[in-house]
């Protein structure tokens, strides 16, 4: 017999312990609740309940959670509402729905687009609109999509992103608005208060970790324009790629070739009082004989000034920048 969605969902919270399932209907309107129990009485009176049929209701929520997520979950929610509360009503909420998450967060569309869409709009928008959307992406997707736009418009936009903390929430809204109605046109998939306050050296960080993602020819010809116009800005990046912080998300490989000229001692001090992801990021990359002399020159250390220290990481750091600049760097990104 095929179950309506209601008897889906009474068959689902019957695969629950009876404690788990209360936790779920609390804050549930009570005809809600008393049309499930209905549904969930019939199917066991009428025999239609069955463990295996259980058992295939949770298999099938779990994978609609597992394999596409985004779309499943959207019809899950069309379905529900349409069973609940009729066609037309169902719309409306979507709608108001749409709009709350929009308001919450105005690039969360965006965000979702393909990333061939939205360069492809980003390609014709004013470089400070490519800054401001560059800006709210991911890394990663910030320099995948980076990599795809035409030269001039990645120099522009790289320019504007190290003095993006001036603008003001609300102008951010209107340009992720802009943004996704034509990402929408194409068939693709506010907030209010003071500006926005970020120091200077937060927006050249995203930049720069934008920037390292790039290919090197691609990343080298975006620095030099950068540089011709700002040499202080350009080093800047350079230097902001890669910090101290960085060291758990640069790849095994990489790390052990910039960790071959730091001696024990150095790297004992520099893993002195370090946050214990760097710590166990750096051990894992060296032998086990290293590791041993490092713990052993650790133990025979005694409160190390803090320049000392600051000098050591710096030296594990500055190793990791020159395989950067020769294109040897690689991350894994959060």
């Given amino acids: 017999m095929p179950l309506t969605g209601k008897q889906k969902a009474?068959?689902?919270?019957?695969?629950?312990?009876?404690?788990?399932?209360?936790?779920?209907?609390?804050?549930?309107?009570?005809?809600?609740?008393?049309?499930?129990?209905?549904?969930?009485?019939?199917?066991?009176?009428?025999g239609h309940r069955s463990v295996q049929q259980t058992a295939d209701v949770a298999r099938q929520f779990c994978h609609?959670?597992?394999?596409?997520?985004?779309?499943?979950?959207?019809?899950f929610l069309r379905e529900m509402l349409r069973s609940a509360i009729g066609e037309e009503p169902a719309k409306r909420v979507q709608q108001e729905i749409q709009g709350l998450l929009q308001k919450r967060d105005p690039f969360l569309a965006i965000r979702a687009a393909d990333q061939q869409t939205l360069a492809a709009v980003l390609e014709t928008e004013h470089p400070q609109a490519v800054a401001v959307v560059l800006s709210e992406l991911a890394p990663k997707r910030g320099s995948e999509v980076l990599g795809l736009l035409g030269e001039g418009v990645r120099v522009s936009a790289i320019s504007r992103?190290?003095?993006?903390?001036?603008?003001?929430?609300?102008?951010?809204?209107?340009?992720?608005?802009?943004?996704?109605?034509?990402?929408?046109?194409?068939g693709a998939g506010r907030e209010t208060g003071t500006t926005l306050q970020v120091r200077p050296e937060q927006s050249l960080r995203k930049v720069a970790v934008i920037m390292r993602n790039l290919d090197k020819?691609?990343?080298?010809?975006?620095?030099?324009?950068?540089?011709q116009k700002d040499q202080d800005v350009s080093e800047k990046i350079v230097h902001l790629m890669i910090l101290w912080e960085d060291v758990p998300h640069v790849g095994d490989r990489a790390l052990q070739q910039g960790l071959r000229g730091i001696d024990e001692r150095q790297l004992?001090?520099?893993?002195?009082?370090?946050?214990?992801?760097?710590?166990?990021?750096?051990?894992t990359n060296i032998s086990e004989r290293a590791g041993a002399r490092v713990d052993e020159e650790t133990s025979l250390m005694s409160s190390p000034k803090k320049d000392d220290i600051r000098q050591a990481r710096e030296k594990i750091v500055a190793a990791l920048r020159e395989l950067n600049q020769k294109g040897e760097m690689t991350f894994e990104e959060e």
């Fill in 161 to 186: 992103m190290t003095g993006i903390g001036g603008v003001t929430p609300e102008a951010k809204a209107r340009i992720a608005e802009m943004v996704r109605k034509r990402i929408e046109a194409q």
């Fill in 64 to 75: 609609s959670l597992h394999n596409d997520s985004s779309f499943q979950f959207k019809s």
């Fill in 268 to 283: 004992a001090l520099a893993l002195y009082e370090a946050p214990e992801e760097i710590a166990r990021k750096i051990k």
């Fill in 217 to 227: 020819e691609v990343r080298d010809g975006v620095l030099e324009a950068v540089r």
């Fill in 10 to 46: 009474a068959l689902l919270l019957a695969s629950l312990d009876p404690a788990t399932a209360a936790e779920m209907l609390k804050g549930v309107d009570t005809r809600v609740v008393q049309e499930l129990a209905v549904e969930l009485s019939y199917l066991d009176a009428a």
